[in-house]
């Protein structure tokens, strides 16, 4: 059974920054792409940032320019650094995997920006 453990989160002042994993438990064959994705208290679900085997890359315009996605297709990895946090960058994230027949999301990892 695959399994995504993201990694990186915690407690962080604004301004600061964080940089967060994610790891398969077994090798996948065949991503289209991989993603992190935000849910905020009482929010839905978004996407902050995608990067695809094409090496294409996108992100949601709240964070681009201060937040960087890197994934590594081979080792089924994919990290995201994050700087110059805001508070409303708050969140719980979760990193997804997509190879088109299957779709493969991680627990999450709580984010908190705070003074």
């Known amino acids: 059974q695959v399994q995504l453990v993201e990694s990186g989160g915690g407690l962080v002042q604004p301004g600061g920054s964080l940089r967060l994993s994610c790891a398969a438990s077994?090798?996948?064959?065949?991503?289209?792409?991989m993603g992190w994705y935000r849910q905020a208290p009482e929010k839905q679900r978004e996407l902050v940032a995608i990067?695809?085997?094409?090496?294409?890359?996108d992100y949601a315009d709240s964070v681009k320019g201060r937040f960087t996605i890197s994934g590594d297709f081979a080792k089924n990895t994919v990290n995201l650094q994050m700087s110059s946090l805001k508070p409303e960058d708050t969140a719980v994230y979760y990193c997804?995997?997509?190879?088109?027949?299957?779709?493969?999301w991680g627990k999450g990892t709580l984010v908190t920006i705070s003074s």
């Open positions: 997804r995997l997509n190879t088109g027949r299957e779709d493969y």
């Open positions: 077994v090798n996948i064959f065949s991503i289209n792409f």
């Open positions: 990067s695809s085997r094409g090496g294409v890359t």
